[in-house]
Structures are given as structure tokens and as C-alpha cells.
């Protein structure tokens, strides 16, 4: 099983360009997650989505854009990158009602903006 | 908004020795939830507490939900290397989000 998968594991980016992260789940979950996870700060909520097509944001949302056009997929853009942006970049999903289910986590996008 | 406290933030022990990461809550919480993540990893789920009080053992790890439903705690009895990472606590806030606590990163020396 391959659970949560995030491409790519590793970028590098100069300030002011674009990039996609990409998440897939073949767990046939309805929730997905992006965190950023920044030294001593614990993970924060960027935006989320509760089912195909629905996007909300989350506590820092400034920057990003997200779409889920298929349940499988939760993609996480940054239009114009920022060096505030280099952290650690992890997708989790959900089978139901966020809150009250276990979230399964991918490895990570480790981002550096320069 | 709401938020959970962790401490301690850092945690150095000698193998063998226990350890306990406690989690506050100003807010009355509907569930917790708590994660490890090993040094390079990522956030894995360990156990999710429900009910006023309640109390689960995993092996060498305890874990507590207070009777207000505002604090939590995990502790580790006898400490081995393999229990080196970082500890978070999550709150479920009855809706779609999750709320982590900032971690508690622990130590643990042969």
C-alpha cells in the first residue's frame, strides 16, 4: 500500500518563481491536508479540503493556492515564492470528519526558497 | 483561536529512565489525538482518546485524557533509543481541522 505519496521529496527555488506540490492518497479518503512544519512551531494547517472539489483555508493560507480536482489528488501551489516559504511541506488525508479520524501522513516536500 | 500548549518543548533522558510530555488545553477538547515523528520522518498516529478520564496503554506508553477534557499526557516507561523523536499532541475541535501542539522532542541517551 502506498498510502499518502508526495512529489517531489526535495526542491530549490529562487525567490519570485512557481511551483506545484503534488499529493496523492489511494486510500479513498474524503479529507486531505497541507502542513508546513517549521522548526519549534509544530505543524500548521495551510489549507484542507473535505471532499472532491472543495478547497478551505487553514490557519496560514497567505501565498498558497490549493485545488482537489479528483478525490485522490491534493495539490498545493505557491504562485511567487517567498524565502518565508522554505520549510517542510507535509500532505495528510482522513477517511471522514477531520477532527475525529487518525491522520495518515506522507513523507514530506523539503522546500528551499533562496 | 483555539490552541494546545505542549511541554516540555525539549526532553534529554538516560536510557532506562521515564519520560512524560504533557499537553493543555485553555478550551474543553473533543478528542485527543497524538502522533510520533522520528527524526527525517513524518507525524505517524498513535492513539486517539475520547472519553472524560480515560486512560490506554500501548506497551511501554501510557496515555491519559483528563477528567475536564483539557489536558493530556503520554508517558514512556524505560525509556529505549528506539523512542527518539517528537512527540505531538493534536486536538480535534469537533469540526474539520486538527490543532498540533508544538512538540515535545525527546533525547534518549545509551
Known amino acids: 500500500n502506498a498510502g499518502v505519496t508526495q512529489t517531489p521529496k526535495f526542491r530549490v527555488l529562487k525567490t519570485g518563481q512557481s511551483m506545484t506540490l503534488l499529493c496523492a492518497q489511494d486510500m479513498n479518503h474524503e479529507y486531505m491536508y497541507w502542513y508546513r512544519q517549521d522548526p519549534g512551531m509544530g505543524l500548521r494547517l495551510i489549507h484542507y479540503s473535505v471532499g472532491e472539489g472543495t478547497t478551505a483555508k487553514g490557519e496560514v493560507p497567505d501565498g498558497y493556492n490549493v485545488s482537489r480536482l479528483k478525490k485522490q489528488n491534493f495539490l498545493l501551489g505557491l504562485e511567487s515564492a517567498a524565502p518565508s516559504q522554505t520549510s517542510v511541506y507535509f500532505c495528510?488525508?482522513?477517511?471522514?470528519?477531520?477532527?475525529?479520524?487518525?491522520?495518515?501522513f506522507g513523507d514530506g516536500t523539503r522546500l528551499s526558497i533562496l | 483561536g483555539q490552541q494546545v500548549m505542549q511541554i516540555p518543548q525539549y526532553q534529554h533522558v538516560q536510557e532506562g529512565e521515564d519520560f512524560t510530555t504533557y499537553c493543555n488545553s485553555s478550551t474543553t477538547l473533543s478528542n485527543i489525538q497524538w502522533y510520533k515523528q522520528r527524526p527525517g520522518g513524518h507525524p505517524v498516529f498513535l492513539i486517539q482518546?475520547?472519553?472524560?478520564?480515560e486512560v490506554k496503554k500501548q506497551k511501554r506508553l501510557t496515555f491519559q485524557f483528563g477528567e475536564a477534557k483539557k489536558n493530556s499526557s503520554l508517558h514512556i516507561t524505560a525509556t529505549q533509543t528506539t523512542d527518539v523523536g517528537t512527540y505531538f499532541c493534536a486536538s480535534g475541535t469537533g469540526g474539520f481541522k486538527t490543532i498540533f501542539g508544538a512538540g515535545t522532542r525527546l533525547f534518549v541517551k545509551a
Open positions: 495528510a488525508s482522513s477517511y471522514s470528519s477531520g477532527s475525529n479520524q487518525p491522520q495518515h
Open positions: 482518546l475520547v472519553k472524560s478520564g
